[in-house]
């Protein structure tokens, strides 16, 4: 029997999960397909309970609909409580499961990827949408000595951070005109400015000596990026996010983690 899973967004047709997910079954030898599924702006749950009538067993849920698949779930990971969202959801006898799987992605690209430990890092984290709620958690759990939200309104930045239960990493939320001065070991873009080619209104000082600027975003040198490689900073976009926060939602399916590193440079060949 071939058990059928999906990534559902809207829009969704450059969405790479089906040949990553495709990829990993080959890998580990599983019975599954995997397709990509466009659901409407405004009905995204009867999408979701279609595919349930189908016989799926789960969906990927890509943007605008983390916090709707959230709401949807019956039962919520602790990453899927922290976050607020979720990007995995498992149909099961006990209703559907939510996940969230991004920030694992995230921390394991740069910590084994990109072989930079957050541990006792100054960090900072740009944005205080899904994408950086998704993250947060996990990077607090990688014990950083010091994090820092910010973001292009402030208020959001630290409504944010009001959220967090303390920790004995120093967390700050601020304005990106705050920024003036201060300097960071890993600074990641976790905003969408990226996708209209926006330059992002920090300093040059956030990126310190020796310092790793990641973009979530993926398949384009952004503005972020081209800035941080200015100062000299490392610079690594999103791809092997991507394909970890895949990986860590395939092991929840399947029971079996498959191995990331020949689909990224397969990936990282093509782009």
């Given at each position: 029997?071939?058990?059928?899973?999906?990534?559902?967004?809207?829009?969704?047709?450059?969405?790479?999960?089906?040949?990553?997910?495709?990829?990993?079954?080959?890998?580990?030898?599983?019975?599954?397909?995997?397709q990509a599924i466009l659901a409407p702006l405004d009905d995204f749950a009867a999408?979701?309970?279609?595919?349930?009538?189908?016989?799926?067993?789960?969906?990927?849920?890509?943007?605008?609909?983390?916090?709707?698949?959230?709401?949807?779930?019956?039962?919520?990971?602790?990453?899927?409580?922290?976050?607020?969202?979720?990007?995995?959801?498992?149909?099961?006898?006990?209703?559907?499961?939510?996940?969230?799987?991004?920030?694992?992605?995230?921390v394991r690209d740069i910590q084994d990827n990109q072989h930079c430990s957050f541990?006792?890092?100054?960090?900072?984290?740009?944005?205080?949408?899904?994408?950086?709620?998704?993250?947060?958690?996990?990077?607090?759990?990688?014990?950083?000595?010091?994090?820092?939200i910010s973001n292009r309104s402030l208020d959001k930045a630290q409504a944010m951070?009001?959220?967090?239960?303390?920790?004995?990493?120093?967390?700050?939320?601020?304005?990106?005109?705050?920024?003036?001065?201060?300097?960071?070991?890993?600074?990641?873009?976790?905003?969408?400015?990226?996708?209209?080619?926006?330059?992002?209104?920090?300093?040059?000082?956030?990126?310190?000596?020796?310092?790793?600027?990641?973009?979530?975003?993926?398949?384009?040198?952004?503005?972020?990026?081209?800035?941080?490689?200015?100062?000299?900073?490392?610079?690594?976009?999103?791809?092997?996010?991507?394909?970890?926060?895949?990986?860590?939602?395939?092991?929840?399916?399947?029971?079996?983690?498959?191995?990331?590193?020949?689909?990224?440079?397969?990936?990282?060949?093509?782009?």
């Amino acid at each position: 029997m071939t058990d059928h899973y999906a990534v559902i967004g809207n829009p969704i047709a450059h969405s790479k999960s089906p040949l990553i997910h495709t990829e990993f079954a080959k890998q580990t030898a599983q019975a599954m397909d995997y397709q990509a599924i466009l659901a409407p702006l405004d009905d995204f749950a009867a999408t979701v309970q279609a595919l349930i009538q189908q016989g799926y067993k789960g969906v990927n849920v890509t943007v605008p609909f983390k916090f709707a698949a959230f709401a949807l779930a019956s039962q919520h990971s602790a990453r899927a409580i922290a976050a607020g969202a979720a990007n995995t959801l498992s149909f099961t006898d006990l209703g559907i499961l939510a996940d969230n799987t991004d920030g694992a992605g995230l921390v394991r690209d740069i910590q084994d990827n990109q072989h930079c430990s957050f541990a006792g890092k100054r960090v900072l984290l740009i944005g205080a949408g899904g994408a950086a709620e998704g993250v947060l958690q996990p990077i607090l759990a990688a014990q950083p000595s010091l994090l820092v939200i910010s973001n292009r309104s402030l208020d959001k930045a630290q409504a944010m951070l009001s959220k967090v239960t303390p920790t004995q990493t120093q967390l700050h939320a601020c304005a990106f005109a705050d920024l003036v001065g201060q300097a960071f070991d890993v600074v990641i873009n976790a905003t969408s400015a990226g996708l209209n080619d926006s330059q992002l209104a920090i300093p040059d000082s956030v990126f310190a000596s020796n310092c790793l600027a990641y973009d979530m975003m993926y398949g384009r040198e952004t503005p972020f990026m081209q800035q941080a490689k200015r100062c000299g900073a490392t610079v690594a976009d999103g791809l092997g996010m991507l394909v970890e926060q895949a990986a860590e939602a395939f092991a929840i399916w399947r029971g079996v983690r498959p191995n990331t590193q020949t689909l990224l440079l397969t990936l990282r060949t093509a782009l």
